[in-house]
């Protein structure tokens, strides 16, 4: 179960951590991405603060992170192909892992029929 | 682009259902619905370009034509040279030359394209300058010429290495134009102009064609295995390894030409000493600078790793410097290149090549060098086959 939030980023929960990456919605509308820059492991962001970079031809966007928490882990295989992103969203093209701080966070973010409306 | 942009009227070019039907994301661009990019996107756009044939709306440019009132072409290229800085008395019939209007203290009002038609002067200006183009053109010429914009006309680029191939199907005589050749010709039998330039930095063709029967020829040329639509992403992205002026970006009111590094436009006819020296706007501040050199220059910049360093960056002589020396205009992903690039304005003391600078990029200083233009190699065709 994927949740969302409203700058179209998407989180998976697994345990404590979440793996957080952009939304197929999001990187249609950026375009074929050429740089990802991610967050350094054991970095801690709050709720919304911008933790990863992706940049298309034309510009650059920030990605924020969704919840609070701590970075344990990025995905160094779409800094080196950042077309990953593109081709696999929610997959393999995922950007980083955080272990969240506060689970209500989680629930407070949107689920994926709330996301739909959104982007319709 | 702004909201405030979306939300005023935006002008169709006579290609725009075509652009829909194609799948074309459209954004608003000087005013005009353009297609930014059509399925594929800006990188299969760039690299098709590069690698065959690739088929732009640039419907919204300005095209003017600028006729003596004594009937004469001669005397409408003298009254042109009063402001622009080039040889277009010595322009001949059939021939194409890229200049600049300029202000009256050195600065850029807008980059064109200006051909001898034989008659007339033909001018192709900038989209969103061409309106203040007009009004320049008839503020300083009208006692000798008439300006009139050719707005039921529409214009279409097709460029990359198989642009020959394609377009010499349907008119075999552009084998022979070379680089920057304008000729008169009937395309499906609709009377066209075509030009052998664009703005790629590849071989290829603009064709200036009557708005009802511009959909007709793109169909037919989209009909070709080689030919593919190309939005204004990749546009801009090929313009920018061709190191080639975004007019707005690159250059503006404030650039001289020879800060911008296009004293190439400005031929020895036109400089001191020159049988038709200075008589343009702007002449004495361009022409001291000619002699002397000016204190910036604009320059291509390769960041050494692999972020981008975009347009507004600042740029620093030493990662701790305090004050900034420079800032980029344009910069972005050179697609063939698999590289960041860019352009920047910097002190001519820092403009040499291999000249390491500082952009700073989100709070961090990147180092970037001064790297020469065009980024990719140009292949215009200087010469027929």
């Known amino acids: 179960m994927l949740k969302y939030t409203k700058d179209h980023e998407w989180l998976r929960m697994d345990g404590d951590v979440a793996t957080v990456g952009i939304t197929p919605y999001a990187q249609e509308k950026l375009g074929d991405l050429v740089y990802v820059e991610l967050p350094k492991v054991g970095t801690t962001f709050t709720a919304g603060a ?70 319709e | 682009m702004s909201e405030a942009e979306s939300n005023v009227a935006l002008r169709h070019t006579p290609l725009h259902a075509m652009h829909l039907r194609l799948g074309a994301r459209m954004v608003p661009f000087a005013g005009y619905d353009m297609p930014v990019q059509y399925v594929p996107g800006v990188l299969k756009e760039h690299l098709h370009t590069r690698s065959a044939a690739g088929l732009f709306d640039v419907s919204h440019m300005g095209q003017i034509a600028l006729r003596a009132r004594s009937g004469r072409v001669e005397d409408a290229a003298r009254a042109l040279e009063a402001l622009v800085p080039a040889d277009v008395l010595g322009l001949g019939i059939g021939r194409q030359r890229y200049t600049l209007f300029t202000n009256d203290a050195g600065g850029v009002l807008d980059d064109l394209m200006v051909s001898n038609r034989g008659d007339h002067l033909l001018l192709v200006v900038n989209a969103a300058r061409k309106a203040s183009d007009e009004a320049h053109l008839r503020e300083r010429l009208s006692e000798r010429c008439t300006v009139e914009p050719l707005t039921e006309r529409a214009l279409v680029a097709l460029q990359g290495p198989r642009a020959e191939e394609v377009l010499s199907a349907l008119v075999p005589d552009v084998r022979a134009m070379r680089f920057m050749d304008v000729r008169a010709m009937a395309v499906m039998g609709e009377p066209c102009v075509i030009s052998r330039s664009g703005y790629t930095g590849e071989d290829g063709f603009e064709i200036g064609i009557a708005a009802p029967a511009a959909e007709a020829l793109c169909e037919t040329l989209l009909r070709h295995a080689a030919v593919a639509p190309i939005g204004l992403g990749a546009r801009d992205s090929l313009r920018l390894e061709a190191g080639l002026c975004l007019y707005g970006c690159d250059l503006d009111e404030t650039t001289t030409p020879v800060e911008a590094a296009l004293e190439w436009t400005i031929p020895a006819v036109r400089r001191t000493g020159g049988a038709r020296a200075g008589g343009f706007a702007g002449a004495e501040t361009i022409l001291q600078q000619l002699a002397h050199g000016a204190p910036r220059r604009r320059v291509g910049l390769r960041p050494e790793g692999r972020a981008p360093v975009r347009c507004g960056a600042e740029l620093y002589a030493a990662e701790g410097d305090p004050a900034a020396l420079g800032r980029v205009t344009s910069g972005g992903f050179g697609v063939s290149l698999n590289a960041p690039i860019a352009m920047a304005y910097v002190p001519t003391a820092h403009s040499t090549t291999d000249t390491r600078l500082y952009a700073e990029v989100r709070g961090k200083r990147l180092p970037i060098l001064v790297f020469p233009m065009p980024f990719v190699p140009t292949r215009y065709k200087r010469s027929p086959a």
């Open chain 1, 50 to 119: 911008a933790a990863a970079t992706v940049e298309s031809v034309k510009a650059a966007s920030e990605v924020y992170a969704p919840v609070g928490g701590e970075i344990v882990a990025v995905n160094d295989k779409v800094v080196a192909e950042p077309g990953l992103v593109n081709a696999q969203p929610t997959g393999d093209g995922w950007l980083f892992r955080m272990k969240v701080g506060n689970a209500a966070e989680v629930n407070a973010l949107l689920d994926e029929l709330a996301y739909k409306v959104l982007t």
